[in-house]
Every structure is written in structure tokens, then in C-alpha cells.
């Protein structure tokens, strides 16, 4: 599999570079107002392609804001484990004890929901 991935990387960039000297000719891009710029294929065409991935993360941008921020109030909202002064298990790495917890909130083994299921909302009145 790891050999059909590569063998696909390179045809692409064979098929991308190919491309690339086909097109090496100057291209007019006209403006607004009589302005026009000249520059070659392969430069608008990649000029065009950095713009779209531009936009795409942009775009992306707030929903990723959203879903950090709904996980960060997720894993507020999980309840404090209980300790047992009964059992003899190792504590857990991940456990500071209750008493010396400081900084952020650790997500605990198992959620109470799954992580790809929305947040539970307040029904709407």
C-alpha cells in the first residue's frame, strides 16, 4: 500500500510538472480600470491555487473555534473522579489527585458522549 501511495505522489507530480512546461507562456490578467499584469501560466495558475487553500482555511476557521470551544466546556462540565482511599491501584498518570489539580481540565478514559456526537443543547423554550 505504502508503494501505491508513492507510485501515486510521483505520477502526480510527473502529471503537475509536465503541465508546467506545457504552459509556460506569458498570460495578460486585465484589471479593473485598464490595469493589466503579464505573467507566466504556471505562476497565476499556482497563484490561484494558494488563494483557494487561503479561503478554504479561512472559511474553516470559526467552525474549528467552535468545536474547541465546545469541547473545552465539554470536558468542564465531566464531573470530578472520585477517590477511593479503599483501593490499592497506582494512581493514574493523568490524575494529579484532587486537592493539587491546577491548570486545565484533564478528558477523562471514556466520555459521556462520543466526541463526533454534538454537545447535548438546552431545548429551546
Partial sequence: MRALNWLWRGLLFFVLFAFALNNQHLVELKWFLGYSWQAPMVFVVLGVFALG??????????????????????????PEPVVNSKQTAAP?????????????????????FPPDMPAPRKPAK
Avoid at 493539587?100 to 477523562?108: M, Q, V
Wanted: aromatic share 6%; proline share 15%.
Fill in 92 to 112: 493514574s498518570p493523568f490524575d494529579s489527585g484532587p486537592s493539587t489539580r491546577s491548570g486545565p481540565p484533564t478528558l477523562p478514559a471514556e466520555l459521556p
Fill in 53 to 78: 487553500c487561503v479561503t478554504g482555511v479561512l472559511a474553516m476557521l470559526p467552525s474549528w473555534w467552535r468545536h474547541r470551544r465546545d469541547a473545552r466546556n465539554r470536558a468542564l462540565l465531566l
